[in-house]
């Protein structure tokens, strides 16, 4: 993990990384097609990858873990509570893969991401982090950036941002197609 030399402020709507360039973008007209991109994300992820989901309130990053968790579940019913007050949820999936989904936003200041276990999650698990600029220092060089934005006519564009030659970006962009 590497420490770099800019971050993204922590506000509500910073896209990316200055030095990550976008990979791909997909307009979301509604939340149907937010929930057939999740699903058509999920299968592609393994251990070790991690989607750091930007983007301002209600732009739809917990709708699309839900999604995406339900979808790597056994049981459709089984409960996909919003993480933002407990900071972080996991779940086992059948494969053994657990999947992390964090919310960083109540990430008490000077509060230290180790705390949470996330760190080791961040190599074992697959991890769905909302609020990753509260990040800092520990934003992986590894993951890539998915920033949901709310457009004028209340449909999402969802903007994949990566460091160039991203082995996960590759493995995503048959995703990003409707
Ligand atoms: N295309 C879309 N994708 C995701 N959510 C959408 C979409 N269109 C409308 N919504 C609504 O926007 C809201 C997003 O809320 P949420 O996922 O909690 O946002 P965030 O976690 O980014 O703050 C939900 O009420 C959802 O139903
Ligand atoms: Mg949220």
Redesign the pocket.
């Known amino acids: 993990m590497s420490a770099p030399d800019a971050m993204p402020p922590a506000n509500s709507d910073t896209p990316a990384r200055p030095d990550w360039p976008e990979a791909a973008r997909i307009t979301?007209?509604?939340?149907?097609?937010?929930?057939a991109?999740a699903a058509r994300l999920a299968p592609l992820l393994g251990p070790g990858d991690t989607l750091l989901?930007s983007?301002?309130?209600?732009?739809?990053?917990?709708?699309?873990?839900?999604?995406l968790i339900r979808s790597r579940l056994v049981s459709p019913d089984e409960l996909v509570p919003?993480p933002?007050f407990t900071l972080v949820q996991t779940y086992d999936t059948p494969n053994g893969v657990e999947i992390w989904h964090a919310?960083l936003?109540r990430l008490a200041d000077g509060a230290e991401v180790s705390e949470l276990g996330l760190e080791e999650a961040l190599s074992d698990a697959i991890c769905l982090i909302?609020w990753p600029d509260r990040l800092g220092r520990a934003w992986p060089a590894t993951a890539v950036q998915l920033h949901?934005e709310?457009m004028i006519d209340?449909?999402?564009t969802a903007h994949l941002f990566s460091p160039e030659g991203s082995a996960l970006t590759q493995r995503l962009l048959s995703a990003m197609r409707p």
Do not use: M, N, V, W
């Open positions: 979301l007209p509604d939340e149907a097609a937010t929930d991109f989901l983007g301002a309130l209600g732009a739809g990053k917990t709708h699309l873990a839900r999604a919003s933002s919310d936003y909302e949901l709310r209340d449909t999402r």
